[in-house]
């Protein structure tokens, strides 16, 4: 019933205005799913390979439709993906693109879904998930390479750890982004807004944290329930080996300062959650890291990592992180990012799932991070192609899928 039975891929439009893959899937008895891949602008030194949208649409035509249509069933994930490995032949997808690989993984899932008559959640995670939902991490303050003359660490996150419901947490989120902005309005401090709708002020990375402090707290008193925040700092783009450390506006921390920094930060402000604090080389700054704060928040891999099994296992036995962030794009297909979700439980590791800074109104990250019980799930506050996932949240909780 799940046999594919065509595959149509096209470029379309994402949320930077770029062109992106777009999937459709079809069945035997007629069953549809339709995918579109994400894309990054940090993207880590390890990530499978994104394409020219129009190239890897022709590479997938030419090497994995064959593989996939009459010859593959939807339903059967580890079928469609392990067609998609063999069809692209490389470890990184360099040759039909991460970009056709994830849309066509994705699109096949949801035409799985589709025949079954199942939400996707329940299709990717079994008939006993679904009863946990993630908190979702908002971005609120940005800078980095999402937005120019904006701070050096690339997101300041609100957590709304303490909200009683998704929707609770995503109006939540809504409000800090809303909050944020009437400081700075009364600051005077015009700001626009980065790729991922994150407020991009003119601001030292101290005042944002003090921005975002005091944000969190009125909207946590508004709302009755607790509301943190936590960091992308996205280590690797502030890295600069001939500089010999991290590189910021007022100068250069080494790898002991940035440390240091960091687990200041996190006593400070009980951040709850830090991701890629450290250069995506160095396990070892990232163990040391995580002995001294990780007992306190999560210290998560992404550039790190790549939601890469072997990047992980180097990490686990490392002691490096204690949570991965996990991207499907970065890896390619739903197997390997389930693969280490999975490798990451066993291991103790958190896992959280996240868009991109370019996006689209994909909604199958909400789906997954359900489907795996992940605690967290990093999609943006604002903008369409991120409440795209957010909406689709407050759906899964309202069993409306
Ligand atoms: O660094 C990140 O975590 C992401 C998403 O916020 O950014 P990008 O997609 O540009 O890699
Ligand atoms: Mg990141």
Redesign the pocket.
């Known amino acids: 019933m799940t046999l594919i039975t065509d595959i149509r891929l096209r470029r379309v439009l994402d949320s930077r205005g770029n062109a992106t893959v777009e999937a459709d899937v079809l069945t035997e008895s007629g069953g549809f799913g339709r995918g579109k891949a994400p894309s990054g602008a940090?993207t880590g030194e390890y990530e499978a390979i994104e394409l020219p949208a129009q190239e890897a649409i022709a590479n997938a035509r030419d090497d994995a439709l064959p593989r996939l249509v009459g010859e593959v069933h939807a339903g059967n994930q580890r079928d469609v993906d392990a067609a998609l490995r063999a069809a692209d032949g490389s470890d990184d997808f360099s040759e039909i693109g991460a970009n056709s690989a994830v849309a066509i993984s994705m699109a096949a899932a949801k035409a799985g879904a589709d025949v079954l008559g199942a939400p996707l959640f329940q299709h990717l995670g079994g008939t006993f998930r679904g009863n946990e939902y993630p908190t979702p991490l908002g971005n609120i303050i940005g800078g980095g390479e999402h937005a120019a003359d904006a701070t050096n660490i690339?997101?300041f996150l609100a957590a709304p750890v303490g909200a009683p419901s998704v929707e609770d947490a995503v109006f939540a989120n809504a409000a800090v982004h809303q909050e944020v902005h009437d400081i700075l309005a009364e600051r005077d401090l015009p700001a626009g807004k980065g790729d991922e709708g994150a407020w991009a002020p003119s601001v030292s990375d101290d005042e944002a944290f003090e921005i975002m402090n005091e944000a969190v707290e009125t909207v946590a008193d508004d709302f009755g329930f607790a509301i943190t925040f936590g960091l992308?700092v996205?280590g690797a783009e502030l890295y600069d080996d001939d500089e010999g450390g991290y590189v910021y506006d007022d100068g250069v921390k080494s790898t002991e300062e940035q440390i240091e920094y960091i687990a200041e930060k996190v006593e400070e402000y009980d951040l709850v959650y830090v991701?890629?604090p450290l250069d995506e080389n160095d396990y070892e700054a990232f163990a040391d890291l995580t002995d001294r704060v990780g007992d306190q928040t999560l210290v998560c891999g992404?550039?790190l990592f790549v939601t890469n099994v072997e990047r992980l296992e180097a990490g686990i036995a490392a002691g490096a992180g204690n949570s991965i962030?996990i991207k499907p794009n970065q890896i390619g297909t739903l197997t390997d990012a389930v693969d280490a979700i999975e490798l990451a439980t066993r291991n103790g590791y958190e896992s959280v799932v996240?868009h991109r800074s370019g996006e689209t109104e994909d909604t199958t990250i909400a789906h997954l991070a359900v489907a795996t019980d992940a605690p967290f799930i990093k999609t943006g506050a604002v903008g369409g192609e991120r409440t795209a996932k957010l909406n689709e949240l407050i759906r899964i909780e309202d069993n409306a899928v």
């Open positions: 940090s690339q997101e992308d996205a991701e890629d992404d550039d962030l996240s």
